[in-house]
């Protein structure tokens, strides 16, 4: 069975979006995420993303599907928080609008999830940096191409959103410092 959003991470949340609440340890609430740096992987494009050299890989995988757009628009709407607290609780001070994802349609246990392989803004910014100064870097490859990106820590994570339900499982940053949620 999947773990599901955490009650510590939902009672913080709560306290958070409450007109009175004002706490350092509270989770930050981003603005929305940049639908520009989001992309679906459609069919056996969406298996690449569970291949996970230092985290976790959903599975076992019984078959792909695509999310609409409504799906992602809806993970989209519930996944700032939920990563806003997974990083205050790791100990980070990334903002979770700094995060470009990669959704991908996978069968598991005979449900459908969304799997999101995301990665920090820096990675993308190192490859554009690195074509400035003559090298071969593609900053556009994350568009066509799983980023399975070693260790790192919250430079890179992995949920699982049930789109059914709503809700999100199986949270892990990358690396020996990753956590399960």
């Known amino acids: 069975m999947p773990h599901r959003f955490w009650p510590a991470c939902a009672l913080a949340l709560l306290v958070v979006s409450g007109a009175h609440a004002e706490s350092a340890a509270a989770p930050k609430l981003d603005p929305a995420l940049d639908p520009k740096w989001g992309v679906v992987f459609a069919g056996e494009k969406a298996r690449e993303l569970a291949r996970e050299c230092s985290r976790p890989s959903p599975g076992p995988i019984s078959g792909t599907w695509t999310p609409s757009p409504r799906i992602i628009r809806d993970l989209e709407t519930g996944l700032p928080p939920v990563l806003a607290c997974e990083l205050t609780r790791y100990g980070s001070t990334a903002e979770p609008s700094t995060y470009y994802r990669q959704y991908g349609g996978l069968i598991i246990g005979g449900r459908r999830i969304v799997y999101v392989n995301g990665f920090h803004r820096q990675i993308v910014d190192n490859a554009v ?30 949920v699982e959103y049930d789109p059914a339900a709503r809700t999100f499982a199986n949270f892990y940053f990358n690396g020996g410092l990753g956590r399960r949620r």
Not at 133 to 154: E, M, N, V
Request: charged share 25%.
């Open 129 to 158: 940096e690195n074509v400035r100064h003559g090298g071969h870097a593609d900053p556009t490859k994350w568009r066509r191409q799983a980023a399975l990106i070693c260790d790192g820590g919250a430079i890179t994570f992995g």
